[in-house]
């Protein structure tokens, strides 16, 4: 079991950058492939951005891609999101989610393939 706690979000005019947090509990974090979603009003659950358990591969949505970076570290059971240059519709609930990690890379990008998930933390970006 693993329990995920979503921070960082807030208020930022369009071109600001904002750092999201997800920690997790448990002593196998290591262990869990990552990755962050976000769900804007009215709007599906969509992907943002994946990482291996390793720390070794990365997987960004192609509407974020080189504006976001995706991190962890490992020795503090926490996941990152970096927002840069943000736009204002990048405004939307990010959520962070875990799975066990395998060889078995499948669709990342699927939020069923996802077994934990966060909270939720508020993103809105202002023109």
């Known amino acids: 079991q693993v329990q995920l706690v979503d921070s960082g979000g807030g208020l930022v005019q369009a071109g600001g950058s904002l750092r999201l947090s997800c920690a997790a509990s448990g002593r196998t974090f290591n262990s869990y492939d990552m990755a962050w979603f976000r769900q804007a009003p009215g709007r599906e659950r969509e992907f943002v951005a994946f990482i291996r358990y390793s720390g070794g591969s990365t997987t960004y949505a192609g509407s974020v891609k080189g504006r976001f970076t995706i991190s962890r570290d490992n020795a503090k059971n926490t996941v990152y999101l970096q927002m840069n240059s943000l736009k204002p519709e990048d405004t939307a609930v990010y959520y962070c989610?875990?799975?066990?990690?395998?060889?078995?890379?499948?669709?990342?990008?699927?939020?069923?393939?996802?077994?934990?998930w966060g909270q939720g933390t508020q993103v809105t970006v202002s023109s």
């Open positions: 989610a875990a799975r066990l990690g395998s060889t078995f890379l499948g669709n990342v990008k699927r939020s069923g393939s996802y077994d934990y």
